[in-house]
Nanobody, 123 residues
Framework: QVQLVESGGGLVQAGGSLRLSCAAS????????VGWFRQAPGKEREFVAR?????????DYADSVKGRFTVSRDNNKNTAYLEMNSLKPEDTALYYC???????????????WGQGTQVTVSS
């Protein structure tokens, strides 16, 4: 069992930045691939970014955030991060982190999820 807690969300103006954190309870955090997802009102949850297990040497991004968002991890702190720059109103959503034993962008293959943190970008 892995418990995940997201933080760092908030209200920001377009063009601004936020850094989300995902703190995990398990000491085995390093062995999991970490994904970030988001869900806007009335829309389906979608993939945002992911980082591979252990060293985090492999990352993946949705086209909509590529070049603006950066995913990273610190296994010593059992925490993953999502740095979000040049935010746009369309980035407004509830952001979730999740972990998987697989290197995947598919939502259904993630095993444990946090409760989410709200990001609101005003125009």
């Amino acid at each position: 069992q892995v418990q995940l807690v997201e933080s760092g969300g908030g209200l920001v103006q377009a063009g601004g930045s936020l850094r989300l954190s995902c703190a995990a309870s398990a000491s085995t955090f390093g062995s999991y691939h970490v994904g970030w997802f988001r869900q806007a009102p009335g829309k389906e949850r979608e993939f945002v970014a992911r980082i591979s297990a252990w060293s985090g040497g492999n990352t993946d991004y949705a086209d909509s955030v590529k070049g603006r968002f950066t995913v990273s991890r610190d296994n010593n702190k059992n925490t993953a991060y999502l740095e979000m720059n040049s935010l746009k109103p369309e980035d407004t959503a509830l952001y979730y982190c999740a972990v998987s034993v697989l290197a995947t962008t598919q939502i259904r293959l993630y095993d444990y999820w946090g409760q989410g943190t709200q990001v609101t970008v005003s125009s």
